[in-house]
């Protein structure tokens, strides 16, 4: 009996320091991998985009430039970039000058001599329409709000962007009392998607930031950011009391 109780005894022991199995090679090299293409993707792609995007503008903005004012007439080697601060001189010398009563002047004959082109106005009116009311003072509240929706259907929840409050025509036949104009992303696109005016009451406005709704939609749902409700109620209610 007591012969047995020795035999298990031991046999337990050996088993509770029983050595954990090794990762292969292999296991711990595709471990590291995936952990060093987490951290290098980003980084990689967003200086492939900025070095593009700047020597997409230097292409097209240093032709321009007289050489005795380039950079590369003096430094052995070409730096991408120039181009772009060039250009933000450019425009914002062009927005200077449109500030006094002579810049006014000379941009309204401008748009005088636009307005005699049939194809080239109606070009460049609607441009002109987006990109006022997207930096207009008056359309500062335009996209800085995410809401979600009930699309395609009820019962089937969609995030969208909060453009504007809807006016004019549109509302007037609508037969509503208010309504929004919403913009639906498309996933993995953001920027294309559905022009839709709602209901006020069908429309939920969150807590959301725009920059991490897009992150949500660019990730098809992947990435969710955080939210938490209980300080988001007790800042609400701070808010209410000031």
Do not use: H
Not at 64 to 92: C, T
Not at 134 to 140: L, M, P, T, V
Not at 175 to 187: H, I, N, Q
Not at 218 to 225: E, R, Y
């Amino acid at each position: 009996m007591s012969d047995d109780k020795s035999k298990d005894n031991e046999t337990r022991t050996v088993t509770f320091f029983e050595p954990a199995k090794k990762q292969s090679a292999w296991v711990n090299l595709r471990s590291n991998f995936l952990t060093g293409f987490v951290i290098f993707a980003p980084i990689s792609i967003t200086i492939y985009l900025v070095w593009n995007f700047a020597e997409f503008v230097d292409a097209r903005v240093l032709p321009l430039v007289p050489g005795v004012y380039r950079l590369e007439e003096y430094l052995p080697i070409s730096l991408p970039g120039f181009g772009v601060v060039v250009f933000f001189f450019i425009v914002a010398g062009l927005g200077a000058l449109t500030k006094n009563l002579f810049g006014r002047q000379l941009f309204r004959i401008g748009e005088g001599y636009l307005d005699r082109l049939p194809v080239v106005r109606s070009i460049y009116n609607t441009l002109k329409q987006i990109v006022e009311t997207i930096f207009a003072q008056g359309g500062k509240d335009s996209f800085e709000k995410v809401c979600m929706i009930q699309y395609p259907r009820e019962g089937i929840w969609a995030l969208a962007f909060i453009s504007t409050d809807t006016s004019g025509e549109v509302l007037s036949r609508s037969g509503s009392d208010a309504m929004m104009s919403v913009f639906l992303p498309t996933t993995p696109n953001p920027t294309s998607g559905f022009l839709l005016f709602l209901p006020a009451e069908d429309v939920v406005v969150l807590d959301m930031s725009v920059e991490d709704a897009a992150k949500l939609v660019i990730s098809a749902g992947l990435v969710t950011p955080p939210w938490d409700a209980v300080a988001k109620a007790e800042a609400k209610r701070r808010e209410a009391a000031e």
